[in-house]
């Protein structure tokens, strides 16, 4: 069985600061695919990154950061300088890799972290 | 072209109505999925096909009926439902189902009176 966690239900930050996400994972796969999604109020999910689980590397891209911690089964995501933009709702998700069967294209979802970046 | 569409946006059916969602993607894609989303909770899967094949049913009612008529379309035809099922109903593609990186589309709000 998988289990995505994300403790932060709502995160309320003023413009600028920095804010952090935090998704926390359990899972018996060896090898596993990790998962942001933003769904602004238009409702669409929109594709942030995907991590292996063989690659521990932290990730940047512009003001957005991914930290990936296998030992902790942790993988936060931080946003930099905050904007107005960047409100949405944020789900870490997982899924196994080479499960075969019905896992096959599974995606597990956190419950997911209400953002509101205020002016 | 890098989307997944669908059509309509909103849909308002009353019980006895039987109506489709369509959803259709261009990128090649070969796994498409449909999702049911209620406020302020996380996408649920419910049906995935792949290379145009049924491939995971997640045990959905049968008011429900997925079809998938070619590799870029996938419908969802709805018939018999309840004000429950009133939700975000979101599809989404991926090159295959092993790949997962899942594009999805805008989704259909879908109200049941």
């Known amino acids: 069985a998988q289990k995505v966690t994300q403790a932060q239900t709502e995160i309320s930050v003023v413009e600028k600061e920095d804010v952090t996400l935090d998704c926390v994972y359990e899972t018996r796969d060896t090898t596993y695919y990790l998962f942001w999604y933003k769904q602004p109020p238009s409702g669409e999910l929109v594709f942030l990154i995907r991590?292996?689980?063989?690659?521990?590397q932290n990730e940047i891209s512009g003001r957005y950061s991914w930290n990936f911690q296998k030992s902790t089964s942790s993988f936060n995501f931080t946003i930099t300088a905050s904007q107005v933009v960047d409100s949405a709702v944020y789900f870490c998700?997982?899924?196994?890799?080479?499960?075969?069967?019905?896992?096959?294209?599974?995606?597990?979802f956190g419950q997911g972290t209400i953002l509101t970046v205020h002016p | 072209d890098t989307e997944v569409t669908q059509t309509p946006k909103h849909l308002v059916m009353g019980m006895t109505n039987k109506k489709s969602l369509k959803c259709e993607q261009h990128m090649g894609h070969r796994a498409m999925y449909w999702y049911k989303q209620k406020a302020k909770k996380p996408p649920e899967l419910m049906f995935v096909?792949?290379?145009?094949?049924?491939?995971i049913n997640e045990s959905v009612p049968s008011r429900f009926s997925p079809e998938c008529p070619n590799s870029s379309l996938l419908n969802l035809h709805l018939h018999a439902l309840q004000p429950e099922d009133s939700a975000l109903y979101l599809c989404?593609?991926?090159?295959?189902?092993?790949?997962?990186?899942?594009?999805f589309g805008p989704g259909t709000r879908l109200t049941v009176l």
């Open positions: 989404a593609s991926s090159i295959r189902t092993a790949n997962n990186e899942q594009f």
């Open positions: 096909y792949s290379y145009e094949k049924l491939s």
């Open positions: 998700a997982l899924s196994p890799i080479n499960a075969g069967g019905t896992s096959y294209g599974k995606l597990t």
């Open positions: 991590r292996n689980s063989f690659d521990e």
